[in-house]
C-alpha cells in the first residue's frame, strides 16, 4: 500500500504567474483534500475533492481552484500568484467524503513566490 | 464557524518526564472528532491520536492520552515518558461530523525535549 505523495517538493515561482501543485492519494482512497499551512501557523482547508466533485470549500479566492482524476489522484492550481501564497501546501486522502474515516496527509509541497 | 485555540506557542520537557498540551475549541454542533497530530521538521502531519466526541472516554494511544471536557469544550494532550523523538510541532484539530471533512487547525505548539 503506497502513502500519499505529493509533487513537486519545492518550487519558486514569481508574483502573478501560475501553478500546478500534484496530489497522488493512497491507495484505495476516493477523496482528497488540500490545505495551505502559512509558516508558523496551522493548515487552513481550501477544498476537498470526493468522486471528482468538488465537496466543500474553505475561503479562498477562486483563483484556487482543483481537480480530481478518474484514479483519484487531484491537481491545485493557483492563478496570479501573490506573495501572501507562499506557505507549505498539504493534501490529505481519505475514503469517502464525510464521516468517521480517517485522513492521510502528504509530505506538502513548499512554495515560495518572489 | 468552529475555532481551535493552542494558548502554549512553546512547551519544553525533560525526557522521561510528563507533559500536557492544552486545546480548546469553539462549536455549537454536538458530533464532532477531535485530533492532536504531530508534525515533525520532515513536514508531514502524523495523528497521534483521536476522540469522537459522543463517547465519554478518554482515548490513549500508548504513552499519549487525552482529557476530553465536552462541557468546557477543552481537548488536552497527556505525553508521558517524552523520548527525544516527541519534539514537533504539535496541532488540535477539530472536524465536524457532517459535510465535507473539512479540519479546523489550532496555531501550534513546539514541543521540545532536553535530555
Known amino acids: 500500500e503506497t502513502g500519499v505523495t505529493q509533487s513537486p517538493t519545492h518550487l519558486i515561482k514569481t508574483r502573478g504567474q501560475q501553478v500546478t501543485l500534484r496530489c497522488s492519494s493512497q491507495s484505495g482512497h476516493n477523496t482528497v483534500s488540500w490545505y495551505q499551512q502559512a509558516l508558523g501557523q496551522g493548515p487552513q482547508f481550501i477544498f476537498q475533492y470526493y468522486r471528482e466533485e468538488e465537496n466543500g470549500r474553505g475561503n479562498f479566492p477562486p483563483r484556487f481552484s482543483g481537480l480530481q482524476f478518474p484514479n483519484y489522484s487531484s491537481e491545485l492550481n493557483v492563478n496570479a500568484l501573490e506573495l501572501d501564497d507562499s506557505a507549505l501546501y498539504l493534501c490529505a486522502s481519505s475514503l469517502g467524503g464525510q464521516g468517521r474515516e480517517e485522513q492521510y496527509f502528504g509530505p506538502g509541497t513548499r512554495l515560495t513566490v518572489t | 464557524a468552529q475555532t481551535v485555540t493552542q494558548s502554549q506557542p512553546e512547551m519544553s520537557v525533560q525526557e522521561a518526564e510528563t507533559v500536557t498540551l492544552s486545546c480548546t475549541y469553539d462549536t455549537s454542533e454536538s458530533d464532532y472528532y477531535l485530533f492532536w497530530y504531530k508534525q515533525p521538521p520532515s513536514r508531514q502531519m502524523i495523528l497521534v491520536i483521536r476522540?469522537?466526541?459522543?463517547?465519554?472516554q478518554n482515548a490513549t494511544e500508548n504513552r499519549f492520552s487525552v482529557n476530553f471536557q465536552k462541557a468546557a469544550k477543552s481537548f488536552s494532550l497527556k505525553i508521558s515518558d517524552s523520548q527525544l523523538g516527541d519534539a514537533a510541532m504539535y496541532f488540535c484539530a477539530y472536524r465536524s461530523e457532517l459535510g465535507a471533512q473539512k479540519l479546523v487547525f489550532g496555531q501550534g505548539t513546539r514541543l521540545t525535549i532536553n535530555p
Open positions: 476522540q469522537e466526541a459522543y463517547k465519554q
